[in-house]
């Protein structure tokens, strides 16, 4: 049961990472429109920076789910580079455990909290232009979210994984 779980979020976190990867292309296209505006025609938009700065962020924040699903984080395997298998499995039981469960946690729970104030207050941001920020907030705290699941699903895997290194091998395996 709680391999399908995983299963399900890895395919729904790797989607979301394919599908908003092509942020990419609107936010190609307000750069090298800000760009051409501002020295071809000596006009920089009011709006340029912040878009591109908005754009990259949520292209960001999407792709941390998707980078854990595919396990492409920086990380320093010092130590887990030279467990055995059972050995790698603890030590990612142990530091999702104590150090990601937590930390993503919290994160997730304050995010939706500043997210949910946010929209409340209709918050704009404090510039000229004065986009409203709250869709970005709740953007934000929807990425945490979907990185909060893909560290569950990391956490149900390496229990999967110490459990079958647990295991005997078979003579047909031998």
């Given at each position: 049961m709680?391999?399908k779980v995983?299963?399900a979020?890895?395919?729904?976190?790797?989607k979301?990472?394919?599908?908003?990867?092509?942020?990419i292309?609107?936010?190609?296209?307000?750069?090298?429109?800000?760009?051409f505006?501002?020295?071809?025609f000596?006009?920089p938009?009011?709006?340029?920076?912040?878009?591109?700065?908005?754009?990259?962020?949520?292209?960001?924040?999407f792709?941390?789910?998707?980078?854990?699903?595919?396990?492409?984080?920086?990380?320093?395997?010092i130590f887990?580079?030279?467990?055995?298998?059972?050995?790698?499995a603890?030590l990612?039981?142990l530091?999702?455990?104590?150090?990601?469960?937590?930390?993503?946690?919290?994160?997730?729970?304050?995010?939706?909290?500043?997210?949910?104030?946010?929209?409340?207050?209709?918050?704009?941001?404090?510039?000229s232009?004065?986009?409203?920020?709250?869709?970005?907030?709740?953007?934000?705290?929807?990425?945490?979210?979907?990185?909060?699941?893909?560290?569950?699903?990391t956490?149900?895997?390496?229990?999967?994984?110490?459990?079958?290194?647990?295991?005997?091998?078979?003579?047909?395996e031998?």
């Open positions: 709680l391999e995983s299963a979020i890895d395919t729904f976190n790797r979301q990472g394919e599908w908003t990867a092509l942020l292309i609107p936010l190609l296209v307000v750069v090298v429109y800000e760009v505006m501002r020295y071809v000596n006009a938009t009011v709006w340029g920076f912040e878009a591109t700065t908005f754009l990259y962020g949520i292209h960001y924040m792709g941390l789910a998707y980078t854990d699903v595919v396990d492409g984080h920086v990380k320093v395997d887990s580079s030279r467990a055995s298998r059972r050995g790698q603890i990612s039981i530091s999702n455990l104590v150090i990601f469960l937590p930390v993503f946690t919290c994160m997730t729970i304050w995010a939706w909290k500043f997210a949910l104030l946010s929209t409340a207050q209709r918050e704009l941001n404090s510039t232009w004065a986009p409203p920020i709250y869709p970005i907030k709740i953007l934000m705290a929807l990425c945490f979210t979907f990185l909060l699941l893909q560290g569950i699903s956490l149900i895997k390496s229990i999967n994984s110490l459990s079958s290194a647990e295991k005997p091998a078979s003579a047909a031998v």
